[in-house]
């Protein structure tokens, strides 16, 4: 695969994190500070479980495929934040997404992702994480593979080391989709916050 540009470069951060002891920050805060974040400021700003991520690769090809897609006005959810999820999970379904990627009370592992100019090191600071670089990046396991959806059977052909791009296949295939979610269509979802709690799932 071709190499990634230095992290210095990228327009898009990420990092590792751990609540600062149990059960702090809480989830509902979480999802508190999530909106609160996103108010006033169109730099997406998201918070996943690291059980869901593949790499790298995965979270800088689902921005990817995010940007491209709005930019052709294939637009499923207001919140990019949201939406964001969705090509992380490689679902179009934001409660499934939410339950593959998404935060809840169990998760103790963290990813949090923002777009520059946020500062990694003041979006973790008001979130009250602390940084845990061996948490991201991690290569996908069986556990990340199983919780996105990709199945033994998927695998079963594949050696470990092209895993990953079996990941990337799934988020390309979101953008192709013919299936939108168009958030201001009638009827259309209401936004949620990225990172929103798999306890909260309601369509």
């Keep these: 695969m071709v190499p990634l540009p230095p992290p210095e470069s990228r327009g898009l951060w990420a990092l590792g994190a751990r609540r600062a002891r149990p059960g702090v920050p809480d989830t509902p805060g979480i999802v508190r500070l999530l909106r609160e974040s996103a108010q006033g400021n169109e730099a997406l700003v ?15 090809s689902a921005w990817a495929h995010l940007g ?8 499923r959810l207001r919140d990019r934040g949201a939406e964001f999820l969705l090509f992380v999970s490689g679902d179009d ?17 963290f990813v949090l992702v923002g777009e520059r100019p946020r500062e990694p090191a003041a979006t973790l600071l008001a979130f009250g994480l602390v940084e845990d670089p061996s948490v991201y990046p991690r290569p996908p396991t069986v556990g990340v593979l199983d919780r996105l959806g990709i199945t033994a059977e998927d695998r079963s052909a594949l050696q470990e080391s092209s895993w990953e791009g ?8 979101l953008e192709m989709s013919a299936a939108k979610t168009v958030a201001n269509a009638p009827g259309g979802p209401a936004p949620r916050p990225a990172g929103s709690p798999r306890t909260e799932q309601k369509d």
């Design 68 to 75: 491209r897609a709005r930019a052709r006005g294939e637009v």
């Design 166 to 173: 079996l990941v990337l296949e799934r988020v390309a295939m």
């Design 93 to 109: 379904q934001l409660p499934r997404a939410l339950a593959k990627v998404g935060v809840g009370a169990q998760t103790e592992e």
């Design 46 to 60: 998201a918070l996943l479980d690291a059980a869901g991520v593949a790499g790298e690769r995965h979270l800088l």
